[in-house]
């Protein structure tokens, strides 16, 4: 499970490693159901409505969901069938969910990126979701704690893309091997 604020570039590292691990059978990288419209260029997700979530939910589509700025999550079912089969499920989770996530999945790996606060301010100015106020807001807030069980895999995404995306794909072959 990969979490980390907003801005430290969780969508950009996961798909640099879905094409960097593209033949590698041992991972599968999910996509997230989000209540919110498509937008490719910032965030890869499965748009669904509230109604049409809600309706999934009651009938067990999800392995996980949980809720985030005003917004549901959640992940599909078939992350179950890639565990069962021993791979390495990659997915953008809210550190709220990580309880939930460590609970159902024991053997759960957390990587938690992080990136300058300058850095994250400009990245989700260019973003264009939320004004100056609400950028200030979010970087302001802390992040939950984590379970005192977790012990993630921590990388620092400051500095160029292919450097973020290189220690993103080491740390997942790390966490294959184990």
């Known amino acids: 499970?990969?979490?980390?604020?907003?801005?430290?570039?969780?969508?950009?590292?996961?798909?640099?490693?879905?094409?960097?691990?593209?033949?590698?059978?041992?991972?599968?990288?999910?996509?997230?159901?989000?209540?919110?419209?498509?937008?490719?260029?910032?965030?890869?997700?499965?748009s669904m409505t509230?109604?049409?979530?809600?309706?999934?939910?009651?009938?067990g589509r999800f392995a996980l969901t949980w809720p985030a700025h005003s917004l549901d999550y959640a992940l599909p079912i078939s992350l179950d069938t890639d565990l069962a089969i021993g791979r390495v499920v990659v997915a953008n989770i809210s550190r709220h969910a990580v309880a939930q996530a460590v609970s159902r999945y024991p053997h759960c790996r957390v990587i938690e990126v992080s990136a300058e606060i300058s850095l994250r301010a400009k990245r989700l100015t260019q973003r264009g979701?939320?004004?100056g106020d609400q950028i200030m807001a979010r970087l302001a807030r802390e992040g939950a704690p984590l379970p005192a069980n977790?012990?993630?895999l921590c990388i620092d995404n400051s500095g160029s893309i292919a450097l973020g995306v290189h220690t993103f794909v080491m740390a997942l072959r790390q966490i294959a091997e184990e």
């Open 50 to 59: 509230p109604e049409e979530f809600a309706e999934a939910r009651e009938a």
């Open 1 to 46: 499970m990969v979490i980390g604020p907003s801005g430290v570039g969780k969508d950009t590292l996961i798909s640099g490693a879905r094409k960097a691990l593209e033949g590698d059978k041992r991972f599968s990288f999910v996509r997230r159901f989000v209540t919110r419209p498509v937008d490719v260029d910032l965030e890869d997700h499965l």
């Open 150 to 152: 977790v012990a993630p």
């Open 129 to 131: 979701r939320e004004n």
